[in-house]
T-cell receptor, first 116, second 111 residues
């Protein structure tokens, strides 16, 4: 039972490089999201998707792209890495939930990214 | 907009002490409220949740009550253990595609 799998776990990039953080879930969840975790700021939403082919921006989307071609995968692309993108990135997934019948969001173990 | 405010940490306690971590929220509607826990080197795990006013969420000895009148969702545990040492996040959501988190509170429990 893999749940939400993120790769890589650690990554060091040089300023200006691009890369893709991978996220896959095997629970057939419709909802998937990317968050970044920074000291003193909690987790902030970058992008999210409510289903295959549908994505939208969160609170801090600049410098990141996403796509959702399948239900299982939701990669996060850094177009031109900057030191301000040094952070821990978490992918999450959940069943669709509306109103008061929210269900649990499952998180991956995170990717620690350092941009030098 | 909606937001979540948590008490700053770290919270340092001796084993078997009583724990309270304060959480208040600002919401334009009627969200569900959550507590997530992050153990060292791991992702976040749902600890408990409450979906409407006066609901009490509970799990592993932790409890929190959704208080609409005070817009609060304080986390409590009667007797903490060393294994409870972690970072605790309060969060709100209308749909679980988007969670709004507090800044997190680090709990350190010593024997």
């Amino acid at each position: 039972n893999a749940g939400v799998t993120q790769t890589p776990k650690f990554q060091v990039l040089k300023t200006g490089q691009s890369m893709t953080l991978q996220c896959a879930q095997d629970m057939n969840h419709e909802y998937m999201s990317w968050y970044r975790q920074d000291p003193g700021m909690g987790l902030r939403l970058i992008h999210y998707s409510v289903g295959a082919g549908i994505t939208d921006q969160g609170e801090v989307p600049n410098g990141y792209n996403v796509s959702r071609s399948t239900t299982e995968d939701f990669p996060l692309r850094l177009l031109s890495a900057a030191p301000s993108q040094t952070s821990v990135y978490f992918c999450a997934s959940s069943y669709s939930g509306t109103g008061i019948m929210n269900t649990e969001a499952f998180f991956g173990q995170g990717t620690r990214l350092t941009v030098v | 907009g909606d937001s979540v405010t948590q008490m700053e940490g770290p919270v340092t306690l001796s084993e078997e002490a009583f724990l309270t971590i304060n959480c208040t929220y600002t919401a334009t509607g009627y969200p569900s409220l959550f507590w997530y826990v992050q153990y060292p080197g791991e992702g976040l795990q749902l600890l408990l949740k409450a979906t409407k006013a006066d609901d009490k969420g509970s799990n592993k000895g932790f409890e929190a009550t959704y208080r609409k009148e005070t817009t609060s969702f304080h986390l409590e545990k009667g007797s903490v253990q060393v294994s409870d040492s972690a970072v605790y996040f309060c969060a709100l959501s209308y749909n679980t595609d988007k969670l709004i988190f507090g800044t997190g509170t680090r709990l350190q429990v010593f024997p």
